[in-house]
């Protein structure tokens, strides 16, 4: 199985600050027909998951401006340029290129 | 409107059968993959399982191979995952999913 490892697990951020999250596969996730197939969410308290990334860097619609993803083969970073209170949750990246589809094991982003 | 409503949770003894269901909304179900992931109390998300979109590529973790069993209605719009076999590492929030939409969840809690 392909294991994603986050870091930090915890990651307090002052309002208005960027913050980055890590995301390290075991394998490599560029799949056969070339996309890295590596996709991050977020999960506000008492929501179900919302996808904000997919294949690496490519932003869902209605996703503001300040999440990217980037990153290549094996590690990948999520980047929230400006945090807003809004942002505050858990986010987990995840890949599909190999099965079983594997999550990383959570980033949980509070307000300092 | 992209919608997807899971139901069928509930309190299920070790060794009993659930059936839960995901009703679609706003995109048609043949067209895509559909998913169930889920979540145990105070842990991260864990993918359970997949199917494409004509119902004969499916796939799952380890974990419920054998146990589990994923199926769509295509006609019905809806999605499906019959679990057998319960145990007490079963419970858990699941999620049916398209990747870039998820449901709101149901609970399943295996207990005596």
């Known amino acids: 199985d392909a294991v994603l490892t986050q870091s930090p697990l915890s990651l307090p951020v002052t309002l208005g600050q960027p913050a980055s999250i890590s995301c390290k596969s075991s394998q490599s996730v560029v799949h056969s027909d070339g996309n890295t197939r590596l996709n991050w969410f977020q999960q506000r308290p008492g929501q179900s998951p919302r996808r904000l990334i997919y294949n690496l860097s490519n932003r869902d619609s209605g996703v503001p401006d300040r999440f990217s993803g980037s990153g290549s083969g094996t590690d990948f970073t999520l980047k929230i340029s400006r945090v807003e209170a809004e942002d505050v949750g858990v986010y987990y990246c995840?890949?599909?290129?190999?099965?079983?589809?594997?999550f990383g094991q959570g980033t949980k982003l509070e307000i300092k | 409107e992209v919608q997807l409503v899971a139901s069928g949770g509930g309190l299920v003894q070790p060794g009993g059968s659930l059936r839960l269901s995901c009703a679609a909304s706003g995109f048609t179900t043949s067209n895509s993959w559909m998913n169930w992931v889920r979540q145990a109390p105070g842990k991260g998300l864990e993918w359970v399982a997949n199917i494409g979109p004509d119902g004969s590529d499916k796939y799952y973790v380890d974990s419920v191979k054998g146990r589990f069993t994923i199926s769509k209605d295509n006609a019905e719009n809806s999605l499906h995952l019959q679990m057998n076999s319960l145990r007490g590492e079963d419970t858990a929030v699941y999620y049916c999913?398209?990747?870039?939409?998820w449901g709101q969840g149901t609970l399943v809690t295996v207990s005596s």
């Open positions: 995840m890949q599909y290129t190999h099965w079983p589809h594997t």
């Open positions: 999913g398209r990747g870039d939409k």
